[in-house]
């Protein structure tokens, strides 16, 4: 059985950066002060029962461009999961179950370890799948950036940390592991608990969202330095 799914494509992006003391508070303070339209869902959380898979998937817009998605699901069936990918940039873990390897049209397997953060750049509209196992038990979490994520906080930030993130947008697809983190594992387990509800749940996703973004991003200037180092 073939599940496929489509997003609407983002255009046009600047090239933003960010000072290593810009934190988590600054965003949301830049968010709010913009008065910008921040769309949550009323439940985030929905209970799938498909011949496929069973089990919840939790998606939310938490800002334009910031989206924040995650489920924990059992596959009853063999399947493969077939995606158009819109230019985007995903961060994301898989925090119980293994995966098989993303298949990118045109470029190498993407493997993602369990508990490990895998950032993957779409640089263009790109064709992806992965198979899954009938009884296969997965829970992963993620945050996806569209460009327009970047582009509202351009003349917030000057150098380094989102501009090493921001450069996943450039063309073509581009992937990083990243080393095992107990903090990005800590900021995802901590958003999916979801311990407040309502209006303070949303602030709560937000500033979890961004934090995983930023430490992120931290990790990606630091191994980035490394490498410029060794030459």
Not at 10 to 19: M, R, T, V, Y
Request: charge should be negative; aromatic fraction near 6%; glycine fraction near 8%.
């Amino acid at each position: 059985m073939r599940h496929e799914s489509t997003s609407r494509s983002e255009a046009g992006f600047l090239i933003p950066a960010i000072s290593g003391d810009f934190s988590v508070s600054d965003l949301v303070r830049a968010a709010a002060e913009r008065a910008v339209t921040i769309s949550h869902v009323a439940r985030p959380d929905s209970r799938i029962d498909t011949p496929a898979m069973s089990g919840t998937v939790f998606g939310e817009e938490l800002q334009p461009g910031l989206l924040l998605t995650a489920y924990d699901l059992v596959y009853t069936a063999d399947s493969q999961i077939e995606v158009e990918v819109d230019r985007s940039i995903s961060c994301a873990i898989m925090l119980a179950g293994e995966a098989a390897a993303l298949e990118v049209v045109g470029y190498p397997p993407v493997v993602s370890p369990p508990r490990r953060v895998i950032v993957v750049g779409y640089g263009d509209r790109l064709s992806c799948s992965r198979p899954w196992r009938a009884m296969q038990h997965n829970r992963a979490f993620g945050v996806t950036l569209r460009p327009c994520f970047f582009d509202r906080f351009a003349d917030l930030v000057d150098d380094g940390g989102l501009d090493v993130l921001r450069s996943y947008l450039d063309p073509g697809l581009h992937s990083s592991l990243l080393p095992p983190s107990r903090k990005l594992i800590d900021l995802a387990e901590n958003t999916l608990r979801q311990p407040y509800s309502g209006a303070l749940g949303a602030i709560h996703r937000e500033a979890q969202a961004l934090g995983f973004i930023l430490e992120t991003a931290s990790m990606l200037q630091e191994e980035q330095r490394l490498v410029a180092r060794i030459g």
